[in-house]
């Protein structure tokens, strides 16, 4: 595509950065409970009625203390720590104090900055998270004292969620806003991009990859995992996230098709938290379900991020291969994380210079750009298109199981939950209670 592509012609004086967003994880065991307290603490993940906001931390400092027993043994399994940060560093560039920590590592941000200088865009490539380091504050910081002009942001989520690309995209809003440089730093987003020929591709070789480790390729079930989400961020906010996960299958069968694959798919949701309706069909659900229809080769195909973590390396390589197993299936695969796949990598890096005439143009009024899902554009035009009014949404957590849930919307629960809300509170403030005597909460 644009090895040939002509340098481009940028003023001299202008710095080109492009951020890549992603969720982060904990990078040892102890860091575990504060990185869920982060995640709790985000009100794109847990939205309390307005009454309660006040009660966000608190709340959040519970369920992640209740939580992080179970999801410190997931993270043990996979060696102690989420392979993220540094498969993401992969993804951008090198930074040299990461060298010294991961030696061997080449990396996702290091392998797009190469990528954008073979295309004649010098760049730098800054890794910015949400929930643990490095925090997205932390890479602005960089940003500034490098004196970028021109800023392409872009969300390492191939399908935009509110939960995810758009949660990272409010803190920037937030960001942005209270920040003189910053205000008036040209900027443009790519908020999802999964419908990129380059991505299409790229997943569809690696389906095509596995099939040959199987006895029968032709009986091979490809099976899509994707992340779920409260079934209320689709149908009470508008999150798009059904709608583009739904089409991203259609157009990577559609390339595989066109190759020759014939096989059976199909789209299942993974990784629900707590008792409030995700989407369906559930992954494990319907893995018993392929089993009892006697599908004997299945091929499980992570869809909904583009590096292996905690729900690849463990929920899915062990708990639904264990479960598959179990229920009659007999051949079993998993097609990897995108990584650092050069065909994606070249992909990204040809999106971030597709983007460039966009950086500080208002993108939505732009014919081209208004016929995608999502359109390219500003942080703050982009959160208008979607979730404009922050609609109060059930929490997906644990907590809720005795009381504010869609199921349980009776007097009873909310009085219970009241009681809960209460008690925490009283507890918080005073230090004393029974769940830090419990050392559920630190004193
Ligand atoms: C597109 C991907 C993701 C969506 C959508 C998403 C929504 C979402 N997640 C939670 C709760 C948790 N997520 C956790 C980890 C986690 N989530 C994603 C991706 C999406 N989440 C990833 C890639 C990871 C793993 C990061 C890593 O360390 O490898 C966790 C912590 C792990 C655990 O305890 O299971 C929680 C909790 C909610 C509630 C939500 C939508 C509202
Ligand atoms: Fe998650
Ligand atoms: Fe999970």
Redesign the pocket.
């Known amino acids: 595509m644009s090895e040939t592509r002509q340098p481009l012609a940028l003023p001299q004086d202008e710095k080109v950065g492009v951020l890549l967003l992603n969720?982060?994880?904990?990078d040892s065991l102890e860091d575990?409970q504060p990185?869920?307290f982060n995640?709790?603490s985000d009100p794109?993940?847990?939205r309390l009625p307005r009454l309660f906001r006040f009660l966000q931390k608190p709340l959040a400092e519970f369920i992640s203390a209740a939580?992080a027993p179970?999801?410190a043994e997931?993270?043990a399994s996979?060696g102690g720590?989420?392979?993220?940060r540094r498969i993401t560093e992969e993804q951008a560039r090198l930074d040299p104090r990461i060298l010294l920590v991961t030696v061997f590592s080449f990396s996702q941000a290091r392998a797009l900055q190469k990528s954008l200088e073979t295309k004649h865009l010098p760049a730098t490539v800054y890794v910015g998270m949400r929930y643990?380091h490095p925090f997205t504050e932390e890479a602005i910081e960089q940003i500034k004292k490098d004196r970028i002009t021109r800023l392409v942001v872009l969300p390492l989520?191939p399908?935009f969620?509110i939960?995810?690309s758009g949660s990272s995209l409010r803190l920037l809003e937030s960001i942005f806003r209270s920040d003189e440089y910053l205000v008036n730093m040209q900027h443009t987003v790519i908020p999802s991009w999964y419908q990129r020929e380059g991505y299409v591709k790229a997943m569809a070789s690696l389906i095509e990859k596995e099939f040959s480790k199987f006895p029968n390729p032709e009986d091979v079930h490809i099976f899509f995992s994707?992340?779920?989400?409260?079934v209320a961020?689709v149908e009470e906010a508008g999150d798009p996230?059904k709608a583009e996960m739904e089409e991203c299958v259609d157009l990577i069968m559609s390339e595989l098709r066109s190759r020759g694959v014939k096989n059976v798919h199909s789209l299942a949701y993974q990784?629900r938290?707590?008792p409030v309706e995700w989407l369906k069909p559930y992954t494990d659900v319907k893995i018993k379900e392929l089993g009892q229809n006697g599908i004997k080769s299945l091929l499980a195909v992570p869809i909904?991020?583009v590096?292996?973590?905690?729900?690849t390396?463990e929920?899915i390589d062990m708990e639904y291969k264990e479960l598959a197993l179990e229920s009659g299936i007999v051949h079993w695969g998993r097609v990897p994380a995108l990584n650092c796949d050069s065909t994606f990598i070249t992909d990204l890096a040809d999106a971030v210079i597709e983007a460039l005439p966009y950086v500080g143009a208002m993108a939505v009024s732009n014919l081209e750009a208004r016929q995608a899902l999502v359109p390219l554009g500003s942080v703050g035009e982009l959160l208008a298109t979607y979730d404009t009014q922050r609609r109060e949404l059930p929490?997906?957590?644990a907590v809720w199981e005795w009381g504010w849930t869609k199921s349980a919307e009776t007097w009873n629960g909310r009085v219970a939950m009241l009681a809960v809300l209460v008690l925490l509170v009283l507890e918080i403030a005073s230090g004393k209670g029974l769940l830090h005597q419990w050392g559920i909460l630190p004193s």
């Open positions: 969720l982060g994880g904990p575990v990185f869920l995640l709790f794109d993940i847990i939580r179970k999801s997931g993270y996979i720590g989420s392979p993220l643990w989520y399908q969620s939960s995810t994707a992340h779920g989400v409260p961020y996230y990784s938290v707590g909904s991020f590096s292996e973590h905690i729900e390396l929920e929490a997906p957590v």
